[in-house]
């Protein structure tokens, strides 16, 4: 399945139960994707989280229920998920720019309509690839749990990567650095354990691992299983660099290819000076073909 039918059919869902508590990882699986994968591919293509798109619609449904003038405060804010009257007018006053009671009684609010996705003409832009077919990877990491349920943000991540990178961990991680490490002189982030319908996955910080004894507690050995990989060289500072390349990849590359994504996402980081204008990384992913 391709990620213009993917993500209608994540969005489908969510619109189908936008006043349920929503399950992010039952949207990931209509779109056949991990929910780390798909909010990150979905906040990268549209411009904002899915959690913010879920906030925003409902606010703007919640503000069209006020102005037709028959809904109590409370019963609107109850039903898209405020639990207290105080925090939906708190939101409900940031988004529309006025209160619940001046929507009643005719203010000018705002309106965010449903995504629609759809195929346009694109192309003609160019970015280097090679094919990597590998067979099973020893890696060692330092992982943090996921819910599969809830919202994934890319500042989380960033988080999880900055503690370890002030905490030493990643100095510990190196010394374990296969002689013939594949991902050249870089470490690694990656999604591990997906499972679908699992409510937890995995986020990993680590490298290939050289088979050395493990004495830190904290870091342990995951095996990748074999597949093979298109790998994308980039270059520019961080996020925009990967905001640019994630949009091509999803945008174009996957849509013109032989290829679709099928779950293993790797991300190859030289050091941390990911501010550098001309700093240099790679995406590693895991593709079948069509």
């Given at each position: 399945m391709d990620w213009i039918t993917g993500i209608s059919r994540a969005l489908d869902y969510v619109e189908d139960h936008i006043t349920e508590p929503l399950d992010y990882g039952e949207a990931a699986k209509r779109a056949y994707a991990s929910g780390f994968h798909f909010q990150r591919v979905f906040s990268v293509i549209c411009g904002f989280t899915l959690g913010d798109y879920v906030r925003k619609r409902r606010l703007s449904l919640a503000g069209s229920e006020l102005a037709a003038g028959n809904a109590k405060v409370i019963e609107v804010a109850l039903k898209y998920g405020y639990d207290t009257p105080e925090s939906f007018s708190r939101a409900f006053t940031k988004f529309h720019g006025?209160?619940?009671?001046?929507?009643?009684?005719?203010?000018?609010?705002?309106?965010?309509?449903?995504?629609?996705?759809?195929?346009t003409i694109s192309g003609g832009k160019k970015m280097d690839y090679r094919i990597e077919k590998r067979?099973?990877?020893?890696?060692?990491?330092?992982?943090?749990?996921?819910?599969?349920?809830?919202?994934?943000?890319?500042?989380?991540?960033?988080?999880?990567?900055?503690?370890?990178?002030?905490?030493?961990?990643?100095?510990?991680?190196?010394?374990?650095?296969h002689k013939e490490n594949i991902f050249k002189d870089s470490v690694i982030g990656a999604a591990l354990d997906y499972v679908p319908g699992e409510k937890e996955f995995s986020y990993g910080i680590g490298c290939h691992y050289n088979g050395e004894a493990v004495t830190e507690p904290d870091l342990e050995v995951e095996t990748l299983p074999a597949?093979?990989?298109?790998?994308?060289?980039c270059k520019g500072a961080m996020p925009e660099a990967f905001q640019k390349v994630y949009k091509y990849i999803f945008e174009e590359f996957f849509p013109n290819s032989e290829y679709q994504p099928c779950g293993i996402e790797l991300e190859a980081y030289p050091s941390a000076q990911t501010q550098d204008p001309d700093?240099?990384?790679?995406?590693?992913?895991?593709?079948?073909?069509?």
């Open positions: 006025v209160t619940p009671s001046q929507a009643k009684r005719g203010a000018t609010i705002k309106s965010f309509s449903r995504l629609s996705v759809k195929l067979d099973e990877i020893p890696v060692i990491v330092k992982k943090k749990i996921f819910p599969q349920d809830g919202e994934i943000t890319g500042q989380e991540i960033s988080a999880f990567w900055g503690q370890c990178t002030k905490d030493g961990t990643i100095e510990r991680i190196v010394k374990y650095i597949a093979t990989y298109v790998v994308f060289p700093y240099y990384w790679e995406l590693w992913l895991a593709v079948e073909k069509k």
